[in-house]
């Protein structure tokens, strides 16, 4: 498992498209000549979008110095997002977001925007690279890291053993999945469960075989990622280097 770290700088870019993936997943298309020296690395890379309060108009700015020149309660929210795909030759770049039933900024923006509008973006981060010598990669998410173990899937060509497990709302939220790699994809169906209070991604993994040497990358809330990357590593006893998990979100309790 390796990370390769690349340049990261603030664009200005322009969303080309809109679709709506599932009830629950929107998929925004970037694209302008910002992007000309967008470095791809592979798959797993994310971006940061600086994304306006309620009622701001967008572009806030051009550039790091002029985003956060203004007034502290106007600076923009930053939320990160896997690239899901990207196309140097036409200069485009779509992420997917989860439009969750509460507006937090990155749910806002996914409901209001249209081509045409403008956001910063900063990145890419370094991407992520499964060891070769593994016998398979695991994959482990909830929704919203579907869209990055998508893209990591659809990478891998045919030698590759993958197993994913997906936790998602419910059925209307799978996507057709397309690979060239050897993969078993679980899905697993919250069904009026909410979000972050399931235990159905880490059951899951507990009770699989993961064969005797994997590679585990983890997205998900806070708490499945720790129980998930505890099992692998004191009861499976993986080296932490095969154990990538990354917490995506943290379910807060009710006051």
Same mark, same amino acid.
């Given at each position: ?19 709506r ?9 970037l694209?302008g000549?910002?992007?000309?020296d967008?470095?791809s690395?592979?798959? &797993? ?8 309060r309620p ?11 002029e985003?956060?020149a ?10 990160t997002?896997?690239?899901r795909w990207?196309?140097a030759a ?5 992420i997917d ?6 507006d ?22 370094p ?6 010598a593994?016998d398979?990669?695991?994959?482990a ?14 990478e891998?060509?045919?030698s590759?053993r993958?197993?994913?497990?997906a936790?998602?709302a ?5 996507q057709?999945?397309r690979?060239?790699? &050897?993969v ?10 909410p ?19 994997p590679d585990?990358w983890?997205g998900?809330?806070a ?8 099992y692998?590593?004191?009861?499976l ?14 379910h807060?309790?009710?006051?």
């Amino acid at each position: 498992m390796s990370t390769r770290r690349v340049r990261s700088r603030y664009r200005l870019l322009r969303v080309s498209e809109v679709e709506r993936i599932t009830p629950r997943m929107v998929r925004v298309v970037l694209g302008g000549a910002e992007l000309a020296d967008f470095d791809s690395t592979g798959s &797993d890379q994310r971006i940061k979008l600086c994304l306006p309060r309620p009622g701001q108009p967008t572009p806030l700015g051009r550039d790091r110095a002029e985003v956060f020149a203004l007034p502290r309660e106007q600076q923009p929210k930053q939320r990160t997002y896997t690239v899901r795909w990207f196309d140097a030759a036409r200069q485009r770049l779509a992420i997917d977001l989860v439009v969750h039933d509460h507006d937090g900024p990155g749910s806002a923006w996914a409901r209001a925007v249209r081509p045409g509008d403008q956001i910063v973006a900063v990145g890419p981060s370094p991407s992520y690279r499964a060891d070769p010598a593994a016998d398979r990669l695991v994959l482990a998410g909830d929704e919203t890291a579907l869209p990055a173990m998508l893209a990591m899937v659809d990478e891998l060509d045919e030698s590759a053993r993958v197993q994913v497990f997906a936790e998602i709302a419910d059925e209307a939220e799978r996507q057709e999945i397309r690979a060239r790699a &050897d993969v078993t994809w679980t899905w697993l169906h919250r069904d009026g469960v909410p979000a972050g209070l399931s235990t159905l991604l880490a059951d899951a993994v507990r009770t699989a075989d993961l064969g005797s040497r994997p590679d585990v990358w983890v997205g998900a809330e806070a708490a499945a990622v720790h129980q998930i990357r505890e099992y692998c590593q004191r009861e499976l006893g993986l080296d932490r280097r095969r154990v990538y998990a990354l917490a995506y979100w943290r379910h807060a309790a009710p006051a």
